[in-house]
């Protein structure tokens, strides 16, 4: 059990920074919460001394759950989320759209499956090269076609590409080139103060709710241990190691998908 409650927390940190939190931001939100959600363990005492301890431990447990599934829900800001052109000299001044990169915005949005690809069916994709926001002339103005997904730090982007054209290639000359004025591709705009403030709520109430269980589990093992006889040191031994055995298990899981296509970390 507590190497469960311990799986998700190392992934917070780079969940906040998707969410366009800086570094200093997400340093000062782990800084300020221990201390924000100190009073948590004694008021569970308090509340478990008079209506017992199953209730605080129930209570807790459900709170932690639903503060896990309110970082979700948490809005994004709008930092570093831009939608993006790539284009290819096609000779002289004429240039070939390559492909098209854009941000999904809302926690709904990335967390739906086939998004990037309403929007090729929607026909958004069909007229790129009428919103760029540079100088170049666009001869060929392909249909683009929608990729993959991609999973990145600073959030889930959809990349579509031209069917005819190939990237990569070390031999061509290639541009980047912002999408302004799309009416759906578009930049992630979001309030900062939203974001901080709704992931310290999200972080303190998470991390309080946990500590609550924690404190309460350690005093039903002690209790448990006692009344059958057992050596408490030694539970706490395989707990301690269970829970840094969680700990490795999302670095597995961020290897992967940093290496996929798949949208569903």
């Known amino acids: 059990m507590f190497s469960g409650f311990i799986i998700p927390y190392p992934y917070l940190s780079l969940q906040a920074l998707s969410l366009g939190l800086t570094l200093e931001e997400v340093s000062v939100i782990n800084a300020v919460v221990p201390f924000i959600s100190l009073p948590a363990s004694p008021l569970a005492g308090l509340v478990g001394d008079n209506f017992g301890y199953r209730y605080v431990l129930v209570s807790a447990m459900t709170v932690l759950g639903a503060a896990s599934t309110s970082f979700l829900y948490v809005p ?59 100088n170049f002339t666009v001869t ?37 080139c912002e999408i302004d004025g799309h009416p759906e591709l578009q930049p992630c705009r979001g309030s900062w103060r ?46 301690q190691l269970a829970t840094a055995a969680g700990a490795l298990v999302p670095a597995f899981i961020l290897e992967d998908g940093e290496t996929g296509t798949d949208s569903s970390l």
């Open 76 to 134: 994004i800001t709008g930092t570093g989320h831009t939608p993006r052109a790539l284009l290819v000299a096609s000779g002289g001044t004429s240039y070939s759209l390559v492909s098209a990169t854009w941000p999904l915005c809302s926690s709904d949005e990335r967390l739906k499956k086939g998004a990037c690809q309403a929007y090729e069916s929607s026909g958004a994709l069909d007229h790129v090269a009428s919103f760029l926001a540079c």
């Open 140 to 176: 060929e103005d392909y249909k683009l076609q929608v990729m993959k997904t991609i999973e990145t730090l600073d959030g889930t982007f959809c990349h579509a590409t031209n069917a005819v054209l190939e990237e990569g290639s070390a031999e061509k000359i290639y541009f980047s």
């Open 194 to 239: 939203a974001t901080f403030y709704s992931y310290l709520i999200a972080k303190t109430v998470y991390q309080g709710a946990m500590n609550v269980v924690f404190g309460v589990l350690d005093g039903v093992t002690m209790r448990l241990a006692k009344q059958h006889g057992s050596d408490f040191s030694a539970v706490a031994v395989w707990t």
